[in-house]
């Protein structure tokens, strides 16, 4: 079946570190990819997309990586704070023709701490 | 900036009894999901609603659950006869176009089934 992973469920870094939170997924006619950030106790947050026909996004801080060769998806976050220790989701949309009612497939997670 | 509003923030409810969860969308919003979180999980899609019916579903989805959108403005998520493994947190979300484009999600209700 249709399923969105994680390579490595915990990533520990220093403040001012970059992270690199890495995602595979397996249905290969997904083509809008999402980043979230949930905090304890609260509901995903967009950090940023991208959608299959770029390999690369940049936003403030963070940059969207995707190799449709071998299906994988990367969160890059330069220069870590200790506000971004939280749990990122990849998520994964098939909204090819504009069929899709937006049913988003999550990843495991992986859990970003940051240390002071 | 606008918020998808979730009530109760946590429900504990016997097994057995109907739970009824609550969201009210951004306003301009017309496309509206569940979701749930059971705990140390991923987040899983529950089902889509648009235009006063179900769009698309999931397996979890079953007789046990509906969806309703009752006045306008709130958008429901009941479920029949709550089971232990219903407890999770539920999220509910908006987006203003059709896909996962501009999905906004609410805080959650933690719903806990002793």
């Known amino acids: 079946g249709e399923s969105v992973g994680l390579h490595l469920p915990t990533l520990s870094v220093q403040e001012g570190d970059n992270s690199i939170i890495n995602c595979a997924y397996s249905n290969s006619a997904s083509d809008y990819f999402i980043w979230y950030k949930q905090e304890s106790g609260k509901g995903p947050q967009f950090i940023i997309d991208?959608?299959?026909?770029?390999d690369k996004r940049q936003g403030q801080r963070v940059t969207v990586l995707l190799n449709k060769t071998v299906k994988h998806l990367s969160l890059q976050i330069a220069a870590t704070q200790p506000g971004d220790s939280a749990v990122y989701f990849c998520?994964?949309?098939?909204?090819?023709?504009?069929?899709?009612?937006?049913?988003?497939?999550f990843g495991q997670g992986t859990i970003l701490t940051v240390h002071p | 900036e606008p918020e998808v509003t979730q009530t109760p923030s946590h429900q504990v409810t016997q097994m057995g009894q109907e739970v009824i969860l609550r969201c009210v969308p951004i306003?301009?919003?017309?496309?509206f999901y569940w979701y749930r979180q059971i705990l140390g999980q991923k987040v899983e899609f529950l089902v889509s609603?648009?235009?006063?019916?179900?769009?698309?579903k999931s397996e979890i989805f079953d007789d046990q659950f509906s969806v309703e959108r009752p006045d306008g403005s709130n958008f429901t998520l009941k479920i029949r006869s709550t089971k232990l493994e219903d407890s999770a947190m539920y999220f509910c979300a908006s987006s203003v176009q059709k896909g996962a484009y501009g999905y906004t999600f609410g805080s959650g209700t933690r719903l806990t089934v002793v």
């Open positions: 306003s301009n919003h017309l496309y």
């Open positions: 991208i959608r299959s026909n770029m």
């Open positions: 609603f648009y235009n006063n019916e179900i769009s698309e």
């Open positions: 998520a994964e949309n098939k909204d090819a023709g504009g069929t899709s009612y937006g049913k988003l497939t």
